[in-house]
């Protein structure tokens, strides 16, 4: 809402300057967003000239050259090309110095080799219309009435006195709640109450026009559920001219740009009280009748710029004998509208259902002033407001005769609500005090009624703001945003009994986190969206649920947004496809986020019920009828870690350092995972590179080297020429899983004593069968290591002639602990005697 | 005798002095200290002496032998010390070469870097943190919310559906419901989490980071909200900050304001010294950070009172504040980012200026 200063101190005039106003509306809920200004500067160069004489230019055919006195002593010499200049006129004169709207500063000149002192102006050079069919004369436009000053005026008066030649216009912020803030004297209103400044009286309470039955029309309204009312008058003898020069210029100071005076009139209106108007050539209404209906499904109309809109049954139109005329509220048909050769106008004034004209404009693509205002909702009493301030401007501007009668379907709204405000409650609920008495000059300001009551009030609420106020909780914020606000101290609550803490498993995943960080990774955050073409890409059979089960989107921002992410994956692919366009060579990335699939089956839903605090998150899934998941995925490209002086070939991403990330993350989180070949393999993973993680049994994801054909859709494979072997590593783990066993496990707070009786350690060396996984000779030694075994692991493997063909030999490292002495070989003997025994049953050697 | 020992004592201490590396001093001892060395032999003699020289040469020569003892120990020490600085000296590295192996250091997105930010200060005032379903029923999202049932945020230009009553979260507000159906009051809890809007454009990603923060209590007032969010503008942008609340509309608070913040950049001011206009407050000399307010007394008549948050709440017994703050507005004020979409376009070259 641009609101011209100009205007606006019409109705409330404090004693501020622009910024001064700036802060008062901004501090009292009307947010200035801006502040322009408007018309010219250095306005004490504008002023009134008496044009003395016109001569020929020596040189020029179409120029003039006036003497015109301006006020000083001597006339000023000034070359003017308008045709219409003559002497005796009173012009607008810009002298040297003036600066012009478009920010152009006006200077002496010669304009074919004569001087000129300055420039006689249009209007249009003044920002004030479009007129440049020749320059104003105004003591022509005083005797019309339209400058309301003496039509003699003296040469030397500064124009700002005469014409609205500059202002400020400041540009607001109105919340959806305050449509009556859409009209300049709701801000007038607010500007009142805010500084106390007087406000002069309701523009619309001189209504030239009466009530009663009106002869010549008729509306009929068919759906009142979306029109709560319609008003129309009918105005004669009206002459379409354009509109004098304080009219045009509020408007294009205001943004509209001025058309004729009635169009200008209706927009004139609608910003003084809010409400939108329109205007129909009476002749041109078939059947001078007026029918308001919901529109049919599918029905189309032909609006104003030419266009075919096609309609559904949440809009209305507007139609009269011959059919729709209009699509309420948004847009006017061609059919109907004002022109040059008008005379009677039919001035309608309607309030709409607010969100079927928010659903119809933009369903529609049309915005419009009317519209803005028409979808949040506008009282019923407005209507009256508006015709009352276009009836006035009607008769005096366009010379017409305003007939008797007003059509009114629906009349005023409900009698708004009374409200009683304790001063108690308003002092609780600021945490500051506010006198009865100041709240009473606060409200009475803001035009609600107010009657004493002991310490509370009873409020009566205008008709205006119906819709925004209607409890108690409602008048305090009146109040408060008026005077309580800025002197509201800085306190902090009692917070009783209240502690901050984070819960173990908050605890834990940022430790999730942190763990990866110190990996030398870089924490990436992806888009949920995405699309099918992605599992395409990743090579998702059909029957997979993440492609079966994926979330889609009824109103996507577009085709590749369409759905919600049901893996990590693409977005990591994205991201790593990106950066290496962008020159980047290693990548080591992950990222933590919620995956989503429909219907649920991402296992049993988290428990969360660790923390101090948690809602049931269980229960959602049955509400919205989808699982979301938090996963935390990996992708690693190229070098584990930079190439240095000393490590020219660094170690490169591949099944196994991905292993190792994961592992870090497991230790990090105290919980043991395995990996384990996959019971079927990933389609987007290389089939012999890549494992099922499971944690406690259970699977909690994948990891393994990208398939060649997926590296290949994202530009990430073969790099070095090292083929299908060489391709990224990944991986991706339901993090809710992996953090519930981890709290789960609870490994971390019980001291155990592993110093006072140090651990023995043994070292094996046994050849296997190919075949035997490092994890089967592990597990086989666990198996057979009884209590005192504490650790194995495999420190080394070798292949070669030494263990023959098809075998090859694991390095074991075996720890044994007793908690209550120190170990000796002959303590051990039996158990490594058993762990031999099971090796060899799946055919382990000793060896050396 | 006695000048004997005085003579040899000089040409051992000259000997001792002159040697410059540690395996003379050996060479040294035996000539000197050894068995058949002279020294030694006229200790050993001094049985034969006549009884009145005994104790004066004995003395003597025992004196003598000491010195020469530790001259001999103290002159070691000198030349290994020496020759140990010696060795080190040719051990000389480069100090300016990288460090090897190099470690690679990994960041922390700047997004979740700000979150946890915003969650420390909260937990140290005494909020607990809780998260939610990004996608929500209608119900959560919007009626609960207080949100007329025409209301335009619920137009699917506004909010992504994916069913008739299921939406992508719009804001972290629906786990206020969430919080006080699932607990009693008095209740404070903070709520982090991904929200979802159908904008795309430099200073708007269909997807974005709020904090919530709701507090439920006998009697949190407004002036209770400046204090909370002060403390937060202070932690975040620095001591020196002061808050204002500006009156503003939502449909689940009332009275509903926009928190602004004193710009850090011209200190509030909103010119620089050379007198230019600040370029991030506009001029303004505040900036806008949030919305919040108390809660609007309707939005409890949507928590049933049920076993686990019994007594429930009230609005004539409860009153409370709440607020929701963007996390990505918050770190593109603090960071200067200039475009959201860079948040998620996941450069290294922007990752690794976080975290």
């Known amino acids: 809402m641009r609101v011209p200063l100009e205007w606006l101190r019409e109705y409330c005039d404090p004693a501020l300057d622009v910024r001064g106003i700036e802060e008062r509306l901004t501090m009292t809920g009307t947010k200035v967003e801006a502040i322009h200004h408007h018309g010219v500067g250095e306005t004490e160069r504008f002023v009134v000239g008496a044009v003395l004489s016109v001569e020929a230019h020596p040189d020029a055919d179409r120029l003039r050259v006036c003497e015109v006195d301006v006020g000083a002593g001597e006339p000023a010499g000034i070359v003017c090309g308008a045709p219409n200049v003559a002497a005796g006129q009173r012009v607008a004169v810009a002298l040297p110095g003036a600066v012009m709207p478009d920010g152009r500063k006006l200077k002496a000149a010669k304009l074919r080799g004569v001087p000129s002192a300055g420039m006689i102006l249009a209007e249009d050079e003044l920002a004030i219309g479009g007129g440049h069919e020749g320059i104003m004369v105004l003591d022509a436009l005083a005797a019309g009435g339209a400058l309301g000053a003496d039509p003699r005026i003296e040469p030397g008066t500064p124009l700002a006195g005469v014409l609205p030649i500059a202002t400020d216009v400041i540009e607001l912020e109105v919340t959806p709640n305050r449509p009556d803030c859409l009209g300049v004297y709701g801000v007038a209103r607010e500007l009142h109450a805010a500084t106390g400044a007087p406000l002069a009286p309701e523009p619309w309470l001189d209504d030239p026009g009466t009530l009663g039955p009106l002869t010549g029309a008729e509306v009929e309204v068919l759906c009142p559920e979306l029109c709560p009312r319609f008003t129309a008058r009918i105005f004669e003898g009206v002459t379409v001219a354009p509109s004098p020069p304080w009219l045009a210029a509020r408007l294009s100071a205001a943004g509209q740009r001025p058309i004729n005076n009635v169009v200008d009139i209706t927009n004139y209106a609608m910003l003084l009280t809010g409400q939108p108007l329109h205007a129909f050539d009476l002749d041109r209404l078939a059947g001078a009748r007026l029918s308001v209906r919901r529109a049919g499904d599918g029905e189309t109309v032909l609006t104003l710029d030419g266009q075919e809109r096609t309609l559904d049954s949440e809009m209305i139109v507007i139609e009269d004998g011959q059919g729709p005329t209009s699509i309420a509220g948004v847009m006017g048909g061609g059919r109907s509208e004002v022109h040059e050769g008008t005379t009677r106008v039919l001035m309608e004034v309607a309030s709409w259902h607010g969100p079927s004209i928010h659903h119809a404009s933009w369903a529609l693509g049309l915005r419009s002033e009317a519209s803005s205002r028409f979808e949040k909702g506008l009282a019923p009493e407005q209507c009256m407001h508006a015709q009352a301030v276009a009836a006035q401007l009607m008769v005096q501007l366009c010379g017409a005769t305003l007939l008797p009668g007003t059509i009114d379907v629906g009349g005023d709204g409900p009698a708004p609500a009374r409200i009683r405000l304790r001063s108690a409650k308003v002092r609780s609920i600021l945490g500051v005090n506010v006198s009865v008495e100041r709240e009473r000059e606060i409200l009475e300001a803001l035009d609600f009624d107010v009657v004493a009551d002991g310490d509370d009030l009873e409020v009566g609420v205008p008709p205006v703001r119906r819709n925004d106020v209607g409890r108690e909780a409602d008048l305090i914020e009146e109040v408060a945003r008026i005077d309580g606000l800025e002197r509201l101290p800085a306190t902090l609550p009692a917070r009783r009994g209240a502690y901050g803490v984070l819960s173990p498993v908050q605890r834990l995943r940022r430790r999730a986190v942190d763990a990866l960080v110190g990996r030398g990774l870089y924490e990436t955050l992806g888009w949920t969206f995405t699309s099918s073409a992605v599992a395409d890409r990743l090579r998702l059979a059909s029957g997979d649920s993440r492609r079966e089960r994926a979330v889609s989107l009824q109103n996507p921002l577009s085709e590749e947004q369409s759905q919600l992410r049901t893996s990590l994956l693409g977005g990591l692919l994205d991201a790593a496809s990106r950066n290496l366009s962008r020159g980047a060579s290693d990548l080591r990335i992950f990222e933590v986020g919620t995956v989503f699939l429909a219907d649920g089956s991402l296992g049993d839903p988290p428990g969360h019920g660790d923390g101090r605090l948690h809602v049931g998150l269980d229960g959602v899934r049955r509400q919205t009828g989808v699982a979301e998941s938090a996963h935390v995925a990996v992708l690693l490209h190229g070098r584990m870690s930079p190439v240095g002086w000393r490590e020219q070939q660094p170690p490169r991403a591949d099944f196994h350092a991905a292993k190792g990330v994961l592992e870090a993350l497991a230790c990090a989180l105290r919980v043991s995972v395995e990996c384990v070949p996959p019971a079927r393999p990933e389609p987007f993973l290389h089939p012999s590179r890549s494992a099922d993680v499971t944690c406690r049994g259970r699977p909690i994801g994948w990891i393994g080297q990208l398939h060649p054909l997926v590296a290949e859709q994202w530009d990430l494979g073969g790099e070095g020429g090292q083929g299908a072997a060489s391709t990224p590593a990944a991986m991706e783990l339901d993090l809710d899983a992996l953090l519930d066993a981890a709290h789960a496990e609870g490994r971390e707070g019980a001291y155990a004593d592993l110093i006072s009786f140090p651990a023995l350690r043994r070292d094996i060396a046994v050849s296997l069968p190919e075949t035997v996984l490092a994890a089967d000779a592990i597990a086989a030694v666990r198996g057979a290591g009884g209590r005192l075994l504490a650790d194995a692991h495999v420190f080394d493997i070798y292949s070669g002639p030494q263990v023959g063909e098809g075998r090859r030999s694991l390095a074991l490292s075996l720890s044994f602990r007793a908690p209550d002495r120190t170990l000796s070989d002959e303590d051990v003997a039996p158990a490594r005697r058993r762990i031999l025994e099971a090796l060899g049953e799946i055919g382990g050697e000793l060896r050396g | ?355």
């Not at chain 2, 946890?116 to 029923?137: A, K």
């Not at chain 2, 020196?240 to 913040?261: A, Y």
């Open chain 2, 1 to 355: 005798m006695i000048e004997r020992i005085a003579q040899l004592t000089g040409e051992a201490q000259a000997a001792i002095a002159a040697a410059s590396e540690s395996g003379e001093l050996e060479d040294l001892r035996v000539r000197y200290l050894g068995r058949k060395a002279e020294l030694p032999m006229m200790l050993r003699a001094v049985a034969q002496l006549p009884p009145a020289e005994r104790a004066a040469v004995g003395g003597e020569a025992n004196l003598a032998r000491r010195a020469l003892e530790s001259l001999l120990e103290e002159r070691l020490w000198a030349l290994q010390a020496a020759e140990l600085d010696a060795r080190l000296a040719g051990d000389a590295i480069d100090v300016t070469l990288p460090g090897s192996p190099s470690q690679p250091v990994g960041r922390l997105h700047v997004i979740t870097q700000t979150m946890r930010e915003l969650e420390d200060i909260f937990l140290g005032l005494g909020f607990t943190v809780l998260e939610g379903p990004e996608v929500e029923t209608v119900h959560y999202n919007f009626d609960a919310l207080n949100h007329s049932p025409t209301h335009p945020a619920r137009a699917k230009t506004d909010t992504f559906y994916v069913a008739e009553d299921v939406v992508l979260r719009t804001h972290t507000s629906p786990m206020q419901i969430r919080a006080m159906e699932a607990h009693p009051p008095p209740l404070y809890v903070v709520i982090p989490g991904r929200v979802y809007r159908p904008d795309s454009d430099a200073t708007h990603t269909p997807q974005f980071h709020q904090v919530e923060g709701l507090a439920v209590d006998e009697d949190i007032t407004l002036a209770d909200l400046k204090g909370t969010l002060l403390a937060f503008a202070q932690a975040v942008f620095g001591e020196e900050r002061d808050i204002r609340l500006r009156p503003h509309f939502f449909p689940f608070t009332e009275p509903s304001v926009e928190v602004d913040v004193s710009c850090f950049h011209c200190s509030g001011s909103g010119f620089m010294r050379d007198g230019a206009r600040c370029p991030l407050c506009k001029g303004e000399g505040w900036l806008e950070v949030l919305g919040a307010g108390e809660v609007d007394p309707n939005v409890y008549t949507y928590v049933p009172t049920t076993e686990r948050n019994a007594p429930g709440y009230d609005s004539e017994r409860v009153q409370g504040y709440a607020w929701g703050m963007g996390v990505e507005r918050i770190a593109m004020l603090r960071y200067g980012v200039p475009d959201l979409r860079l948040y998620y376009e996941n450069d290294i070259r922007f990752l690794e200026q976080f975290g």
